[in-house]
């Protein structure tokens, strides 16, 4: 059982938890399924806000589902692989992003505002860069496990909901090398523009990301082994704090590609690892509905974003609250005097 006073030291600790998910509560989602019909519309009238609000339920461990404290974090990591020139943009963006965030100027924190979101940013290590994982591995085990215990510590007991945000310069790279790594195909498949690279930088990029699979090949024998050689700090931080959400019963609203590439590296351990995440957008990096496929899941907004930040997910936090405010306030036939189905 994760205990958040002991946090995982190395990657099999981390193992270990993956083997150990609660499941969903039953008896919660007992209890929604017998009040919908009783709410004052026709039967399954709301479509997926249904589903939400009985996900919700179940993941949260009540029978009223609440989304009155949703938490983005954006986790900041800074990665080697930017020497391969495989982003638009320099890595010291990363510092200032940071900066930006906590004086309320990036899109998150405008985003996070308007939907009554709180909003949190964790730098891990940013000032040193991982490995270029075009020469070695990203990160060493124990590494890999402090970044991903560093993002556990991002979950409270007590969070309704929890948003895996990033910034990283080159992160989609990563994120790209995850995915190649996780469902093979060509790099051409995985590899996108980012922040915007020109088309000669598009060719370098995806022949840095099919290299990158070839020369760790055999050393990545499961999802963690992949976020080791390819991934980053940040992106281990958002997978750690995926598995504490579930722990702590917080359901988790998956961003865009980044985001889903973290959680994608659990899914390839065990398949259900994800039963408490939705994804709250599908970005326009074209390896994300890709990505989304592979993961079962089906994104609740299309709205050509391509942020990262937590951005989309973030957005798509009111069509939650919707589901939960329906589910919890809606009138039932009896005590409105609606009459039923003939
Ligand atoms: C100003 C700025 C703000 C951002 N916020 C998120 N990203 C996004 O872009 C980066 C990934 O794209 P690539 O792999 O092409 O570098 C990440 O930092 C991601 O969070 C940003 C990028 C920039 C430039
Ligand atoms: O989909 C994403 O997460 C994304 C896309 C472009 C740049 N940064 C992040």
Redesign the pocket.
């Given at each position: 059982m994760f205990n958040p006073k002991h946090p995982p030291q190395n990657l099999d600790e981390i193992r270990a938890l993956l083997a150990d998910l609660p499941s969903a509560d039953s008896e919660a989602q007992a209890a929604v399924l017998q009040r919908e019909p009783t709410l004052t519309k026709p039967a399954g009238s709301l479509g997926r806000l249904e589903d939400f609000s009985l996900w919700l339920a179940g993941w949260q461990g009540t029978s009223r589902p609440n989304m009155s404290r949703p938490r983005v974090t954006v986790f900041a990591g800074s990665h080697g692989v930017?020497a391969q020139g495989?982003?638009?943009?320099p890595a010291t963006?990363?510092q200032q992003?940071v900066e930006n965030f906590i004086n309320g100027g990036?899109?998150i924190n405008q985003i996070c505002k308007s939907v009554d979101a709180e909003l949190r940013v964790m730098e891990v290590a940013l000032e040193i860069p991982t490995n270029d994982f075009s020469q070695e591995p990203a990160m060493d085990d124990e590494g890999c496990a402090e970044a991903m215990a560093f993002g556990m510590s991002a979950i409270e007991k007590g969070l309704d909901l929890f948003v895996p945000g990033?910034?990283?310069?080159?992160?989609?790279?990563s994120a790209a090398a995850i995915a190649h790594a996780l469902y093979g195909g060509e790099a051409a498949d995985w590899t996108g523009?980012?922040?915007?690279?020109d088309d000669e930088t598009l060719i370098r990029k995806t022949r840095v990301v099919g290299d990158a699979i070839i020369l760790h090949k055999n050393q990545m024998h499961d999802g963690l082994d992949v976020l080791r050689c390819v991934g980053g700090r940040e992106i281990a931080a958002m997978a750690g704090a995926i598995i504490a959400a579930r722990f702590a019963r917080v359901p988790v609203l998956l961003d865009g590609y980044?985001s889903c590439a973290a959680a994608a590296v659990l899914a390839a351990i065990r398949p259900d690892a994800l039963d408490h995440c939705l994804v709250g957008h599908v970005s326009a990096e074209p390896g994300h509905s890709r990505l989304i496929e592979k993961l079962g899941k089906k994104a609740l907004i299309d709205f050509g974003m391509r942020?990262?930040?937590g951005s989309g997910a973030a957005l798509a936090i009111p069509l939650l609250r919707a589901a939960a405010e329906c589910h919890n306030n809606m009138a039932t036939f009896d005590k409105a005097g609606v009459d039923g189905k003939d």
């Amino acid at each position: 059982m994760f205990n958040p006073k002991h946090p995982p030291q190395n990657l099999d600790e981390i193992r270990a938890l993956l083997a150990d998910l609660p499941s969903a509560d039953s008896e919660a989602q007992a209890a929604v399924l017998q009040r919908e019909p009783t709410l004052t519309k026709p039967a399954g009238s709301l479509g997926r806000l249904e589903d939400f609000s009985l996900w919700l339920a179940g993941w949260q461990g009540t029978s009223r589902p609440n989304m009155s404290r949703p938490r983005v974090t954006v986790f900041a990591g800074s990665h080697g692989v930017v020497a391969q020139g495989v982003s638009a943009f320099p890595a010291t963006v990363n510092q200032q992003m940071v900066e930006n965030f906590i004086n309320g100027g990036a899109a998150i924190n405008q985003i996070c505002k308007s939907v009554d979101a709180e909003l949190r940013v964790m730098e891990v290590a940013l000032e040193i860069p991982t490995n270029d994982f075009s020469q070695e591995p990203a990160m060493d085990d124990e590494g890999c496990a402090e970044a991903m215990a560093f993002g556990m510590s991002a979950i409270e007991k007590g969070l309704d909901l929890f948003v895996p945000g990033e910034m990283g310069i080159g992160n989609t790279s990563s994120a790209a090398a995850i995915a190649h790594a996780l469902y093979g195909g060509e790099a051409a498949d995985w590899t996108g523009r980012g922040t915007g690279i020109d088309d000669e930088t598009l060719i370098r990029k995806t022949r840095v990301v099919g290299d990158a699979i070839i020369l760790h090949k055999n050393q990545m024998h499961d999802g963690l082994d992949v976020l080791r050689c390819v991934g980053g700090r940040e992106i281990a931080a958002m997978a750690g704090a995926i598995i504490a959400a579930r722990f702590a019963r917080v359901p988790v609203l998956l961003d865009g590609y980044v985001s889903c590439a973290a959680a994608a590296v659990l899914a390839a351990i065990r398949p259900d690892a994800l039963d408490h995440c939705l994804v709250g957008h599908v970005s326009a990096e074209p390896g994300h509905s890709r990505l989304i496929e592979k993961l079962g899941k089906k994104a609740l907004i299309d709205f050509g974003m391509r942020l990262g930040e937590g951005s989309g997910a973030a957005l798509a936090i009111p069509l939650l609250r919707a589901a939960a405010e329906c589910h919890n306030n809606m009138a039932t036939f009896d005590k409105a005097g609606v009459d039923g189905k003939d």
